[in-house]
C-alpha cells in the first residue's frame, strides 16, 4: 500500500482542525446565548403564557417550565461550566492548527466574542423561548454530564441565594404595571381602555382604603326621628331627596340611631293615615368603626343583611356616629368613578356638586307624552274611557355612548338651555310594525 503525501495528511488534519473549531465556536455560543436566554426567561411570565399565549407559545412555555423546573442554578451551572469548558479548549485546538501562541489567543478571543458571544446572545434575547424549548433536551444531557459538578454547585447556590419563583408584583408595582398596559391606540382590542386601568387600580387600593373615606358625613344624611309622622308633607320630602334606606334616630338625640327607614315599604302606606316613623317597619341598622376597610364592608354587603352601615366612633354605643356608607359608595370606589341615578341631587355631597340633566334632546318628545299620560290619568279617575296611543308616537329615551348620561357644574343655579345643540340624551321614535 502506497504511503500518503506528507502534505496531504496535513491539509487533511488541518481541515479536521478547523472543522472542529467551528464546531466548537458554534457550541460555545450555543452555551453563551442559553444562558442570558434561559435566565432570562421569567416564571411568572412563562405560567401566562402557557395558559393565554398562542398554541406555539404555550408549547414551548411548557417545555422551558419542565427544563427549568428541575432547578433553575443546576440549568445555569451547567451552561456556564460547558462555556468555559469549550472556550478553553479552542486556543489549544487553535495552537495545534495554526502552529502559534499569541495568534492562537487572538484569533481565539475574536471568534468568541463575535461568534460566541455577541451574536448569539443577541439573538437569544429575542427568541429565548423558542430557542430555550428546542434546545432543551441537548441541555438535560448536558445537565446529566455535568451532574456530579453542576448539580453540588447549585445545591450551594440554592441554600445561600435561596430558590427563584418568578417576579411577584406588590400593589403598587401592579398598578404601575397596568397602566403601562394601557391601549395608545383606541382601536387596540386586546389592550386595556382607561376605564379598566382605573377599575383595576380602585380594586388594589379597596382594601387599604378605611370607611370614613368614603363615608357621607353625618351632617349630609337625610335622617328622621322616631316621633316624626308621615304625612303628605314628609312622604313628599322623602320621595324628593331620593333616598332608598333613611336612618331613624331617637327624638332630639340625631346621633343615636336605631334603625332604618327603607323607602320602598312606603309604596303601600297612606300618608292620610298620618302614623308616626316608630309604628313603621325598621330595619337594623348595623355599625362599624372609621377604620373599617372598605374591602370588608363589601364582604358584609354580599351578605344581604343591609346595604347601609352606620360608621361610629363607638359602635354599639347610643352615641360616636360620624357618618354613613352603602354599597354605591363602596361599588364607586371599586370602579373609580361616581354613579348617579335618576334620583340624586349631588354628583358630590360633600362639595355639594349638583346633578345637571340636559335633556333638551328629549324635551318636546317628553312633554307630549306626560300631557298624554296626565290625560289618560284624568280620564282613568272620571271613569271615562282613556284615548288610544299611537305605537309610532311613542317615544324611546337612549343614551349616546359616548358622552356621559348626565352633567355636573358647582354652579347649582344652572339652568337647561333651550338652544343646546349637544344633548347627552337623545330621542329616537319606534319604528312602525307593518
Request: charged share 20%; hydrophobic share 40%.
Amino acid at each position: 500500500m502506497a504511503t500518503q503525501p506528507i502534505e496531504t495528511r496535513m491539509s487533511a488534519g488541518l481541515i479536521e482542525e478547523m472543522l472542529l473549531v467551528i464546531f466548537l465556536v458554534l457550541l460555545g455560543g450555543v452555551f453563551a446565548g442559553l444562558t442570558l436566554g434561559l435566565m432570562g426567561l421569567d416564571e411568572t411570565n412563562l405560567h401566562v403564557l402557557s395558559q393565554t399565549g398562542t398554541e406555539t407559545e404555550k408549547k414551548n412555555a411548557k417545555k422551558v417550565m419542565s427544563l427549568l423546573s428541575k432547578g433553575r442554578h443546576w440549568v445555569l451551572v451547567t451552561l456556564l461550566l460547558s462555556n468555559v469548558v469549550v472556550n478553553e479548549t479552542l486556543p489549544i485546538i487553535l495552537h495545534d492548527a495554526i502552529g502559534g501562541g499569541w495568534q492562537a489567543v487572538a484569533i481565539s478571543t475574536a471568534l468568541i466574542v463575535i461568534f460566541g458571544e455577541v451574536i448569539p446572545q443577541s439573538i437569544c434575547v429575542r427568541y429565548g423561548l423558542a430557542i430555550g424549548a428546542k434546545t432543551a433536551n441537548m441541555v438535560l444531557i448536558f445537565m446529566y454530564l455535568m451532574y456530579p459538578v453542576a448539580y453540588p454547585t447549585a445545591m450551594l447556590l440554592d441554600y445561600f441565594l435561596g430558590q427563584s419563583h418568578g417576579t411577584v408584583y406588590k400593589k403598587a408595582g401592579l398598578k404601575t404595571l397596568v397602566s403601562l398596559h394601557q391601549a395608545v391606540n383606541p382601536t387596540d382590542a386586546d389592550a386595556l381602555t382607561l376605564d379598566e386601568v382605573t377599575i383595576i387600580s380602585a380594586v388594589l387600593d379597596l382594601r387599604s382604603k378605611a370607611v370614613s373615606t368614603i363615608m357621607t358625613p353625618i351632617d349630609d344624611v337625610f335622617t328622621l326621628s322616631t316621633e316624626d309622622i308621615l304625612n303628605e308633607d314628609v312622604v313628599d320630602k322623602i320621595l324628593s331627596h331620593g333616598y332608598s334606606r333613611i336612618p331613624v334616630h331617637v327624638p332630639d338625640d340625631p346621633v343615636n340611631f336605631v334603625g332604618m327607614l327603607i323607602a320602598k315599604h312606603l309604596i303601600t302606606y297612606d300618608p292620610e293615615d298620618a302614623q308616626p316613623v316608630k309604628d313603621l317597619q325598621l330595619s337594623t341598622l348595623p355599625e362599624t368603626g372609621p377604620d373599617t376597610s372598605c374591602l370588608d364592608i363589601l364582604n358584609f354587603f354580599q351578605e344581604g343583611k343591609s346595604h347601609m352601615v352606620l360608621v361610629s366612633t363607638n359602635p354599639g354605643a347610643q352615641n360616636g356616629a360620624i357618618g354613613v356608607i352603602t354599597l354605591e359608595d363602596v361599588i364607586e370606589e371599586l370602579i373609580g368613578e361616581e354613579i348617579v341615578d335618576e334620583t340624586d341631587v349631588y354628583v358630590d355631597v360633600h362639595n355639594k356638586i349638583r346633578v345637571i340633566r340636559r335633556q333638551t334632546g328629549v324635551r318636546r318628545g317628553s312633554s307630549r307624552l306626560t300631557r298624554m299620560l296626565t290625560l289618560h290619568h284624568r280620564n282613568s279617575q272620571l271613569n271615562t274611557k282613556a284615548p288610544t296611543i299611537d305605537k309610532s308616537t311613542t317615544a324611546k329615551v337612549a343614551v349616546d355612548s359616548s358622552t356621559k348620561a348626565y352633567g355636573a357644574t358647582t354652579i347649582d343655579d344652572r339652568q337647561d338651555s333651550p338652544n343646546e345643540t349637544q344633548p347627552l340624551l337623545h330621542q329616537h321614535s319606534h319604528p312602525t310594525s307593518n
